[in-house]
């Protein structure tokens, strides 16, 4: 039986020496290249002290970077990660009646397709980075039943950059009993909503020693880098450009992914509607906030009122 995320905060301090860790795919070590060549259930993308991730299904892959909108690399907690190292699955993940996991009640594991493995051998969270995708639906499955997430991501859109999503869970185990709409659409609040934007971002979600999961795209093929193991949850993880500027993904009350990043000043801040209408001051509802900073990062984030 899981553990509750309180006796993983309080474990954290004494496993400080193995509190993080990451798998970094190597394609080139998989035999892949741009064709598509099958990987068979099982293959091991990489393990550690922490987790194991693997091929969790049969399916061909390919070998492709992560790198979006001008951004090339991720940074976690201070260490670069080179985005354009990446692999990508052919088939889209389906359960056993053939249906999207995403839009059945409740969500229902994927029994095929392009799936990330997991097997977590302490409790803490998982990050998965990935080219992710605003109008696709992602799923995160632990045993079997869909479990809660947080999605980030950068999307270069004309209003704001940054979409900051949280599937709720319910109850102990966290457990996800509705369909999972879109990214965007859980953002915005709005079920019309045709952003249809791709970009660099992490999905999050807690995980239990002795527990497995899978990860995954739906109606299309995760693409995806690695997985970073954190054992409080807490880490900063941001995007770098290849001018140097940052766009700060997550922050979760640590600044020591760059100084220049989580102490910059801002020095303007802008509201819009979610229909990307600029207006004067927050009204009443849902409204984005953009906050451009002294150091040409720019952060934006949904705000009810």
């Given at each position: ?16 020496v ?26 091991s ?32 907690d ?15 993940p ?28 302490k ?66 609040g ?35 880098g ?17 001018a ?7 922050a ?15 020095v303007a ?5 979610v ?31």
């Amino acid at each position: 039986m899981k553990k509750s995320l309180l006796f993983v905060a309080a474990l954290a301090a004494s496993v400080c020496v193995n509190a993080q860790s990451y798998v970094q795919v190597n394609p080139e070590g998989l035999g892949l290249s741009s064709d598509a060549s099958a990987l068979t259930a099982g293959t091991s993308l990489g393990e550690n002290e922490n987790f194991k991730m693997y091929v969790a299904f049969d399916d061909s892959y390919k070998s492709t970077g992560i790198s979006a909108n001008e951004y090339a690399a991720f940074v976690f907690d201070g260490t670069e990660i080179d985005a354009n190292i990446g692999m990508q699955g052919s088939n889209n993940p389906k359960d056993a009646n053939g249906a999207n996991p995403a839009t059945t009640t409740p969500p229902s594991a994927p029994v095929g397709g392009a799936v990330i493995g997991i097997d977590a051998l302490k409790d803490g969270y998982i990050y998965v980075w990935a080219k992710l995708s605003t109008h696709k639906n992602y799923t995160v499955f632990e045993e079997g039943a869909a479990i809660g997430y947080r999605m980030a991501m950068q999307v270069a859109a004309e209003t704001f950059n940054l979409l900051d999503v949280t599937v709720k869970g319910e109850g102990e185990f966290n457990n996800v009993m509705n369909p999972i709409p879109w990214p965007e659409v859980i953002f915005t609040g709005d079920e019309a909503s045709e952003l249809k934007l791709n970009g660099m971002g992490v999905i999050k979600f807690p995980v239990f020693a002795g527990c497995k999961y899978l990860v995954n795209a739906c109606g299309s093929k995760i693409t995806f880098g690695g997985a970073w193991f954190d054992a409080e949850g807490d880490v900063a993880v941001s995007i770098k450009g290849d001018a140097g500027e940052f766009v700060l993904l997550t922050a979760d009350g640590s600044d020591n992914i760059s100084s220049a990043v989580a102490n910059a000043d801002v020095v303007a801040t802008e509201y819009f509607t979610v229909a990307g209408q600029q207006i004067a001051a927050p009204v009443k509802g849902i409204n984005l906030v953009k906050q451009t900073l002294a150091n040409g990062a720019v952060k934006t984030v949904k705000v009810i009122k």
